[in-house]
């Protein structure tokens, strides 16, 4: 899977978190922003239901998490995780 870290918009993710804490590299970076995003994105599998199926690339992602404020499984809530893991040390 090609993760296409430039495509994410770390700016609306984290707003979307309620974050606005520091962006650097450090454990305690990362515990903020994995506490804010599981109390932001909640488990929903409504897709799944509507037989519509499950996107793990980023732009889908991006948009059901980010953009149309909705929850997904775990492993997408994980996979959003990663990506804004990747760019924790860009400004937003």
Sequence with gaps: M????EKLDLGAYLTRLGYDG???PTAGTLRAVHLAHVQAIPFENLDVLLD????LDL????????TGGRGGYQIRR????VHA????DQPA
Excluded: E, H, N
Aim: proline letters at 4%.
């Design 2 to 5: 090609t993760w296409d870290i």
């Design 52 to 55: 519509r199926g499950v996107r």
């Design 22 to 24: 520091p962006l650097t």
């Design 85 to 88: 893991g990747g760019q924790a």
């Design 59 to 66: 732009g889908s992602l991006q948009d059901k998490l980010v």
């Design 78 to 81: 994980q996979c959003s995780g």
